[in-house]
């Protein structure tokens, strides 16, 4: 039998679970609205790289734009404003 201590503590942690699984949520929704998820083509690297490109079109491969393309991506423009999500 548990005492009431315990089952005190129990139902923190259940609804703590409850709230962070439900900011999750919130969150990919969120980066799915915004398309701020399309920064990257591939996982878990990014364009190959493991540390991914962050603020200038420079740091892309050359063909960047073939990539996005060849995984069905309609707009293969860089846009740092979406890529921004990542850094903070």
């Not at 980066?31 to 991914?52: E, K, L, Y």
Request: proline share 6%; with cysteine; net charge neutral.
């Amino acid at each position: 039998m548990m005492n009431n201590q315990a089952v005190l503590r129990f139902r923190r942690i259940g609804i703590l679970t409850i709230f962070a699984v439900y900011v999750v949520i919130l969150m990919g929704g969120a980066v799915r609205a915004s398309g701020a998820g399309m920064g990257c083509p591939d996982w878990p690297t990014c364009f190959g790289q493991w540390i991914p490109p962050h603020l200038d079109e420079s740091q892309l491969p050359a063909n960047y734009h073939e990539i996005y393309a060849e995984r069905g991506y309609e707009n293969t423009q860089f846009n740092s404003g979406k890529n921004l999500d990542r850094i903070y």
